[in-house]
């Protein structure tokens, strides 16, 4: 059962423009929500997250938006630039467990940035 | 600061055959999670480790077993290797077992069964 859906599976580019990626989720408890970026041979690194009680968060030239309501957050890449090119995951878990707060990951969306 | 290495970088097995793969945190940490990655899929939980004991296990077969040393460092051990079990391991660390806190991720060991 996958638990977080996440599309494009990949996405083009121009440099300068914005990228956009979507995620859903179903299950209501989940309230962290990060996104990672991997590059080939490397493992994924932590991009930015959110937790629901905000709906919009923001880092330099990339933005979370969060829709409690619809069970869906997005990542926009503003000023998109070649070097953002990579893999990208949306990922979410729960915070207020006993046990491992394990991450959900989404299947990915292949960025690429063209010039 | 060194961040969370992972050996080997790349194995190949043969269908039957065990394997061990190891981790190091990343100074501070005390807890080591492990992810399979298949090609073109994100990363699965497999189960997380601290204070020496495992804390949490995703969905995987009790032939995926880990241990977790005093120093933090951990090890996963996959026995009787399917060909399904070819993929990217990878190990992240975090300061605590809490949710919300960053994991950071080794680049991942290359596991080939054939």
């Known amino acids: 059962q996958q638990q977080v859906k996440q599309s494009p599976q990949s996405l083009i580019v121009q440099k300068g423009g914005i990228s956009i990626i979507n995620c859903a989720y179903e299950?209501?408890?989940?309230?962290?929500f990060p996104w990672y970026q991997q590059f080939p041979g490397k493992g994924p690194a932590l991009l930015i997250a959110?937790?629901?009680?905000?709906s919009e968060k923001k880092e330099g030239r990339f933005t979370i938006s969060f829709n409690k309501s619809a069970k869906q957050f997005s990542l926009h890449i503003m000023d998109s630039q070649p070097g953002d090119s990579a893999t990208y995951f949306c990922?979410?878990?729960?915070?207020?467990?006993?046990?491992?707060?394990?991450?959900?990951f989404g299947t990915g969306t292949r960025l690429q940035v063209t010039l | 600061e060194t961040g969370v290495t992972q050996s080997p970088t790349h194995l190949i097995k043969t269908r039957g055959q065990q394997v061990t793969l190891r981790c190091s945190s990343q100074?501070?940490?005390?807890?080591v999670s492990w992810y399979q990655q298949a090609l073109g899929q994100g990363p699965q939980f497999i189960f997380q480790?601290?204070?020496?004991?495992?804390?949490g296990r995703g969905n995987f077969p009790p032939r995926f077993s880990g241990l977790q040393f005093p120093n933090y460092s951990s090890e996963l051990n996959v026995n009787a290797l399917e060909l399904d079990d070819s993929a990217l391991y990878l190990c992240?660390?975090?300061?605590?077992?809490?949710?919300?806190?960053?994991?950071?991720f080794g680049p991942g060991t290359r596991l080939t069964v054939l």
């Open positions: 992240a660390s975090s300061y605590s077992p809490a949710g919300g806190n960053e994991q950071f």
């Open positions: 299950n209501t408890a989940f309230d962290y």
């Open positions: 959110i937790r629901p009680d905000v």
């Open positions: 990922a979410a878990s729960m915070t207020n467990t006993g046990t491992a707060s394990k991450l959900t």
């Open positions: 100074s501070g940490h005390n807890t």
């Open positions: 480790y601290y204070r020496e004991e495992e804390n």
